[in-house]
Structure formats: structure tokens, C-alpha cells
């Protein structure tokens, strides 16, 4: 199993999510002799994420904050041996009928193991890293052929084979997993009436496409709001990926510059807003900012640029004709970039129209306010508490566009914790965003853990077989810190942090 994490002295939040040290916080504040890397406790679930299990998984209140920590603790278990195991481990699973963790091994010696970390073991043949070799082998198999009448593949780790779905018949199943080469034993083909297809997400600031190039807006139930110069209704749109993706239903311009496009049923409208550096900001509402505040704007062109709000209610005569009551910024922007999301923290504020200049030499840049849109056509801007999808490492670990960078040392099996051997306090809900790069051929890990009132609870990991992490949790305010543990190996790392 991890070792559990130690303890830590106080720091606070500075403004605009930028983690430092400033004063200490007031007695109410973490004890920093309790222990850490206590695994997350239903405290850390969302009221949504607590509903939606009892509405799913036929549970009471008591029952899915009961799984929510069972879960947790045995998932932090599996991960634990997975790698203590090395090539012994052959996978673990969760019952559904009593939430006992399996762990299977294929070396009877290590079984002792796997029982004093407080899990039942299995004796099977082939080890996880066999059965990934075979899954391999039949992903190399499909880039040569596709696989017709085969909805996809998986390791089945409780039954110890991989899984080759069959739609139609199992022939052609069959066929796949001859001409694959692979060692058939270790397959199990399964009938299913599964026809997968793509679903892709609707995100502010990503490019569609209408015959030329444009930048969503935000996501609305059903679709998004972008600007009216962009298209007429009953135009058709394609994704940032030239997929169909919808139709232009509302449209005004010139005198509005605004509109909506309702989407099909291949893409979700997400409350995300594309950050540009490899991650996302959640919408949480659509307060108005006032003149002078600060405003960031995401587009297709030209990506994430910040500035602040310098006017409101300006009329701006384009050669096309004039269009009023837009925001004035002096936020950079260029042709494309139009429709594109504008924030002021995580409020939505409008989508971009037109401006002078460029992200060269500096411009001014006019916004279609958001919550006219919402109001003319009825909409309802999708939102969310904070967060969005975890993101994977960037390429080559390197960790960009975070508020905060923190680097220190560590020696094999030893715990940092971050910002500078402390924590942080955050006085509302958003975001927290960290990504760990440490050193080739180490394992390191990362913990970002919130303050109970009484002990430190794990909320986000990054725990792969690696230097490189990143951790996403939508939180509300409170105490937070990471914890940066060096599972394996020793070397330098850095942490870039952002928090809401």
C-alpha cells in the first residue's frame, strides 16, 4: 500500500488563483499535526454526484456516502499493490455485492501480500501485464484491418481473459482474433447488441465550422450561443473536428450580434470554456462584471488573453452595419476568434464580435453581452461547480499555463507538500488544477487533499507508473494543499498549481 502522507504549517490564497504564502489563517484553520492522505470521505462528494447514485445505483443517502469511502479506500488498496506487485498482479475488482476488493496474482507467494493489505486474493495464469499484450495485439491487428461487426475489446480482469465483443454473430469475432495472431485461449468472446458512436463535447472558445471558422460561445441546453455575424438560421455547423455538429436556430445581426446553434445528439454541451493550456474553466453562472474588472477571453485563433472591461453599452459601426450595446475591452483578438467565450472569473460575460488590432501589437475588442442571448431566445447557459474533465499529462510533462509554480527535491519514499511546506485557503467554490513534472525513470505521485475540519482528506490523485501527474477536483471553499509523495525513485520536481 502508499505510505500515508505527513503533515504541514499555513499559508493562505492569494488573489486570482495564485497559491503563496501570506499571513496564517485564523484558529479554525488545519491542524498540522493530523495525519494526511486520509482517502476522500463522502464530505468531498458533491450533493449532484450524492443524488445521481441514489437515483442510479438504487441507493439511500447513508448508502452512497458509505460506497463513496469503501470505494475510495480499496481503490487506494489496488493501486497500492499494483504496484508492490510488479508482473505478480493480475488485477483487482470491486464486489457489487459487498464491496470486497479482489486482487488476482499469479505468484502464490505474493498472496500473503495482497491478504495483509486487507484484500482477498486470487491465484490466476496470466498476469495483467499478459493480458494487455494480448489487448495490444489485437489493437495492432484492427489499425491493419478493422474489425467489422466488433463493437470493441477489454480486459476482464475477474475472469482473467479479454473480452472481444460480438454484434451479428460471433464469425466475424471469431475471424478477428485468428487473423490477429494473438494466443486465442486467453479470449473470451461475448455476444452484444453495443453499435458505438462517437459523442464529442460542445466546449467554449473551440472552433466550428459554417463555411468558414467561428468560436463557440458557451454551451446552452441544447446547443451554444455565439455571435450573429457567424451565420444565418438555418445554417449548418461542424465541429472543431469538421463533424456535423448542428444548425444555427436563432440569428441577428446587424443592430444584435448574437445567436444560438442547437446541436445533435453526437455532442453534449459541457459548462467548460477551452483554457488553451491543456485544460479547462468551468461556467458557474452569468453575473455581470462591472467597468475595470478583469476579463479573459477564449478563442480559436488566438486562444486565452486577459484584459479588462472598459465601457459598456457601445454602439460600433462595422462596414457590414452597426451593432449596439456591446462591451468594450481592451482584450486582444482576430477574425476567427469570433463568438468566442468571455469570463470574468468563472461568470460568463458574452461572445466575442468584432475589434481593431491584433494579439501582435494589442487591440480593442467588443463582447455581445451573454445574458441578453439567454433572455431573447429563452436559453438556459449550462453550468457547473467548478472543475470540468481531468486532464491527461501534456506532452512531455511539461506543466504550463498554471497561476502558480512550485519545484522542490525529494528521495525515494519521501512526501513534500505544496505551496512551500504548507496550505492554502480558497474562499470560494471553483477549480483546483495541479500537475506534477518530475524526473524520467521515477515514480512520483500527487495528492491534492482538503481540510475536514478534523483530518486531511485526499480528494484528487494522480497515481499512474510515472514521473508525470495532473489532478482536477471541483471544490468549494476551504483548506487545501498537495501532497507530492516519491513512490519510487528520487530526483527534482515542479508543480504548477491553479486554484479558483
Known sequence: MKRRLATLAAVTLLPVGILGAVAPPAAAAPDPGTPGAAPATADAASPEMLAAMQRDLGLTAAQARARISRDEKASLVDAGLRKSLGRAYAGGWISQADGTLTVAVTDRSQAARVTAAGAEAKLVTRGAAQ?????????RAAAKAPARSVPGWYVDVATNTVVVLANGGTAAATAFVRASGVDAAAVRIVATTEAPQLYYDVRGGDAYY???RCSVGFSVT?????AGHCGTTGTATQGYNQVAQGT??????????YAWVQTNSNWTPQPWVNNYAGGNVTVA???????GAAICRSG????????????KNQTVNYSQGSVSGLTRTNVCAEPGDSGGSWLSGQQAQGVTSGGSGNCSSGGTTYFQPVNEILSVYGLTLRTGSGGGDPDPPPPGGACTGYASTFTGSLSSGAVQYQPNGSYYQ???????RGCLDGPSGVDFDLYLQRWSGSSWVTVAQGTSPGPDETVSYNGSAGYYRYAVHAYSGSGSYSLGASAP
Open 210 to 212: 459554417m463555411g468558414g
Open 300 to 311: 480559436s485563433t488566438t486562444g486565452w488573453h486577459c484584459g479588462t472591461v472598459q465601457a
Open 222 to 226: 441544447g446547443g451554444f450561443v455565439t
Open 131 to 139: 493480458l494487455d499484450g494480448v489487448k495490444s495485439g489485437l489493437d
Open 285 to 291: 453562472g452569468s453575473t455581470e462584471s462591472a467597468v
Open 426 to 432: 480558497t474562499t470560494r467554490s471553483g477549480t483546483h
Open 248 to 257: 444555427f436556430r436563432g440569428s441577428s445581426f446587424p443592430g444584435n450580434d
